[in-house]
């Protein structure tokens, strides 16, 4: 190889590492820095379709010791308890993280509940119909003594639906390859009813009229536009 060709390759070689390290060196930018301002009691309407939020029955999204915990990992949590004409109730709990990064992963149902001594007695994915999309949930049934409360969520890292930890680390690739943090949020809606049946078509019920009440920008936030 003459000398010209060696300095040529040299220099290619410096360029190249000069631009992985641009690559590498990029500023990082959170996701919830640009984007509107989250606020959950403002996101989620308190009356919609044949719903209305029932201020007599709050509801604790966790037991004192992982409330804890997670007002250290999220920005924002939401606990409500809706009520329809039927007497009907529905528990909904959401929990707002505005960095979604390893550090802050969301506090799924499936460790969250055993924490508080519920036994997880099944586990199973699904589709609800929203107004925009078919929304994919995972379906829980959480058992403690004799209270069985079927719970349907999903979890947000940025626009995406993930449902289970490898979905997640996906979509998060999906952000940190471009220098962007995610943001994330975990809704969960549930019930106390000892058929699961009966309470996942309550639970989609709920979801479909709560998405038709939402403006197209918070339905996307919200419940995003599909998996990774």
């Not at 009907?88 to 508080?116: F, K, N, W």
């Not at 589709?127 to 999309?133: D, G, L």
């Not at 994919?136 to 890292?157: N, T």
């Amino acid at each position: 190889m003459t000398i010209t060709r060696i300095h040529a390759v040299i220099a290619f070689i410096l360029m190249a590492c000069a631009v992985v390290g641009a690559q590498l060196w990029r500023p990082t930018v959170h996701l919830t820095d640009t984007r509107a301002k989250v606020d959950l009691e403002q996101m989620f309407p308190r009356e919609f379709g044949d719903w209305k939020m029932d201020a007599a029955l709050p509801v604790q999204l966790v037991a004192p010791d992982v409330q804890k915990l997670l007002d250290s990992i999220y920005n924002q949590t939401l606990s409500r308890t809706y009520v329809n004409s039927r007497g009907q109730r529905i528990m909904l709990s959401v929990a707002y993280g505005g960095d979604q990064s390893d550090a802050t992963r969301a506090h799924r149902p499936e460790v969250c509940y055993p924490a508080q001594g519920f036994q997880i007695i099944a586990s199973q994915t699904a589709v609800i119909p929203t107004a925009t999309h078919g929304l994919r949930v995972r379906q829980l049934v959480a058992k403690a003594g004799g209270r069985v409360e079927p719970i349907s969520y999903w979890v947000m890292v940025g626009d995406y639906v993930v449902l289970s930890g490898t979905e997640q680390k996906l979509a998060q690739l999906r952000y940190t390859t471009g220098g962007v943090v995610p943001d994330g949020m975990l809704v969960r809606v549930s019930n106390i009813d000892a058929n699961a049946v009966s309470a996942y078509g309550l639970h989609g019920q709920f979801i479909q009229e709560m998405s038709a009440a939402m403006t197209p920008a918070v339905t996307l936030r919200v419940m995003g536009f599909g998996g990774v």
